[in-house]
């Protein structure tokens, strides 16, 4: 899933480094008027999430915008110190050890640029390898400041979309026949034919119908997989399995299985509207 990342290498490179004098309270506080400078200067964003407001019938103020990017800068802070310290998070799961079996063979996550994405992968509640389908378009001020920092995780890996169709089905393909986990997003997708309209908070938007073919073609679970912000390095893993109905045709139960997948989206965001980071036009033709 290619994504050009928001935020700056500056800010987060200030952020990393007194947490390491001061510890993590004083960031989260000192998000607030990080957030402020932001909520002033990058107005780029402020239309779609207008927009993304309007679908949730939630009146847009300057409160819930300052809210929405105050959440986004938490959630960019906790991507790197979770990285550089996992053990200081925790990853609440109500039904963990349910997940934990599906995960000891192939899965499918349906992951979205919801909450806490980006920091659950460093705390995995899984010894199996985790497969994560993406191309991230860092800054490169960013992606140095993330390179820098050790990975203490050895279960995790980047399967990059960027060497093309054929080099990544491959390694998909062999993630599955090793009985490995393949985390790909559904709320955005780089290659059209993938692109599937499905109704959406009342209004057409696309889906990435990737994750949905390669779970009826080779018979892999499908998790949906929302980790929900809580607390100071505190977030909840809402993971639940989808069915998908093989008595249908393949065209058939793709449709219903990403109908059922919009529609826990939808619930989602309407229970943590500000931890979707989705900031562009979902819903544009």
């Known amino acids: 899933m290619q994504t050009k990342q928001r935020g700056s290498a ?3 490179n200030l952020a990393f480094t007194l947490y390491k004098l001061l510890g993590y309270k004083f960031i989260y ?4 008027p990080v957030t402020f400078f932001y909520f002033l200067f990058a107005t780029n964003v402020k239309s779609s999430l207008k927009i993304y407001y309007e679908r949730l019938e939630i009146p847009f103020t300057s409160f819930v915008y300052y809210e929405h990017l105050r959440m986004f800068a938490i959630s960019m802070v906790d991507r790197f110190i979770s990285k550089y310290d996992s053990d ?3 990853f609440e799961c109500k039904n963990k050890k349910e997940i934990q079996k599906i995960f000891e063979n192939k899965t499918i996550l349906l992951f979205s640029h ?3 994405w980006s920091s659950c992968g460093n705390k995995p509640i899984t010894d199996n390898t985790i497969n994560m389908v993406m191309q991230e378009v860092l800054l490169e001020g960013i992606k140095d400041i993330e390179n820098s920092i050790e990975k ?3 279960n995790t890996k980047i399967i990059d979309i960027s060497k093309g169709p054929i080099p990544v089905s491959i390694e998909i393909a062999n993630a599955i026949s090793n009985d490995e986990i393949i985390a790909m997003m559904t709320d955005r997708t780089v290659n059209k034919k993938y692109k599937y ?4 908070l009342n209004k057409n938007a696309y889906f990435n119908e990737n994750p949905f073919k390669i779970a ?4 892999t679970p499908l998790l949906t997989h929302f980790t929900v912000y809580k607390d100071l390095q505190t977030y909840e893993v809402i993971a639940n399995e989808l069915i998908i109905d093989y008595t249908l045709n393949e065209k058939e139960a793709i449709k219903k299985a990403i109908k059922d997948y919009a529609k826990r989206f939808e619930n989602i965001l309407k229970q943590y509207p500000n931890q ?5 036009d979902f819903w544009e033709k």
């Open 88 to 90: 200081s998070y925790v």
């Open 152 to 154: 203490k995780v050895k």
């Open 276 to 280: 979707w980071f989705n900031f562009f």
């Open 216 to 219: 009826y073609r080779t018979k």
């Open 29 to 32: 506080y000192l998000m607030y």
């Open 114 to 116: 919801f909450g806490g």
């Open 197 to 200: 309209e499905m109704n959406f």
């Open 10 to 12: 500056w800010s987060i």
